[in-house]
């Protein structure tokens, strides 16, 4: 029998809501049989959505939620308010085991509590990471923490080492990952505090593919598959990511444009370029996961587009058939007998 | 009577040494005559190099060093005990009066340890920051610190932003210079513990335009003028503005050559895209100066070219003729007046 996977789908979150969340529900349950998309917000709004498309219907459920989260809303305030808002409601089902997973382009603060206060960490884990895939030269790489606990310490980045590695290993399929901790310079005499206790933590973890120190100038070279770093850090290589990518193409096509003769080549080399640019483009990856908890969440990019939200779907169904949070359990019971 | 300011140039230093500064120096004295360059290094191989050229010889002289500190060598037991390295005997040249500023290509490390323990801090500065000039899609910004002192606390941020602002202002030449505190978030909630302590203290300087907090993503459009952070993450974006840079770049080549109408659209775009990318190039702008010493101190890359040279060679001749270290003891006179 084939295993179906039910994703919760913030219907209500993001700057493209509720178009782009109900069109990728859409895409992704024309595109396999076993998925189930719960559409959590407003009903009425999700079925005039929903009514523009053809798909099978046992595979998408509309979950009423009245209230919606906005962006600027202090997030634990409106975590604890708003209980029939589509984050709160969704997450919950995600608590009570209907549903395996949540996935939204909302506000990263609510959704980021809700995954602690609601769904509730896996007992054991200290601090839930959150570890998006960011596009390198050789394909992608796994950034953990990009956001979820700034300040974090030495044993915090070791349980993201752990998680960031069983994650590139099962949901991505890269055997063996290389692992890497973000550091100033290549010896172990460089560094700030935080990476001197980290670094030797990391060199004892024996279940690891360890590989030392990574320069950030490295990164996009693909010279390892999961970047370990403290959140801070961690999300401004994300936003820097993002930033620099979009100014230096857009710098670029201002260039084409510049001389006659140059706009007659770009129009030539356009199509091969925007191919090649397209593996840089990080929405091709889907969402965020919030690691550790006792049921996935992903967050999406608050600017996430149809093919985002199935993508990010699809990333759902893998980490469920993989059964990472029982390999994380296993993990981290591991560990522990090992430190008794 | 005009100032002619004394540019002591490692001559040992950096990866294409002793070629690259010696012709660096060369065309620095050739394009203007309010420069003298003091040629630090082995006094045969220097030789050797300037015989190639042509040159007004008042200009350059070479001054003894025997030794050479190497890149991997520890910096405090290299500055210690090669008393006659060329960034020893560099250094000391500001120390003593002799030259107001050196010049180096060569090892980070010696660079920022010499620069403390030699030409020594100015009565009343914390921590001397690394504060390199970083393109942007409007100019260029401020780095500052990158890479001098990790760990930093609030006080010593608030000095980067006062020193930052000084340079901008009157090296770079931007009245009234945007100051911002690179964090996670816009929002005063956002941020780590260094940077909910720094943010207050930044708003009550009085005199500096502080433009609140800026996220990496949009540090390459050149949002603020003046970038505040401390060194693990300065680092960490300038060597991923680097390195995504190149990447991005090798990555257009590529899809540029894949395909016949590609190539012959690359053939006719690219001088046009050569020129804008130009303005991306972080070479052009010289090195980074360590500012907040008795005398200043510029660390280029060690991968720097003649070009590269000759720039930090103009930015030392501003940095002096302006009086930059002038301005900054009297920041610090007054800020300590207002303490008391």
Known sequence: MQTVTRVVLDAMGGDNAPSAPVQGAVDAVNARNDIKVLLAGQEDVIREELNKYTYPEEQIEIVPATEVIEMAEPPV?????????????????????????????????????????????IKGIKRPPLAPLIPTKKGVSLLIDCGANVDARAEHLVQFAQMGSLYMENVVGIKNPRVALVNIGAEDEKGNALVKDTLPLLRECGDINFVGSIESRDIPQGDADVIVCEAFTGNVILKLYEGLSSTLISVIKQGLKSTFRSKIGAALALPALKKTLKAFDASEYGGAPLLGLNGLVVKTHGSSKAVEIRNSIFQCVTFNQQDINGKIKEYIIDSQNEEE
Chains 1, 2 share one sequence.
């Open 77 to 121: 305030v409106a975590i604890r308010k708003k209980k029939d808002s589509s984050i709160v409601v969704g997450m919950n089902l995600v608590k009570n085991g209907e549903a395996d997973a949540f996935v939204s382009a909302g506000s990263s603060g609510a959704i980021l509590v809700g995954g602690q206060l609601i769904v509730g960490r």
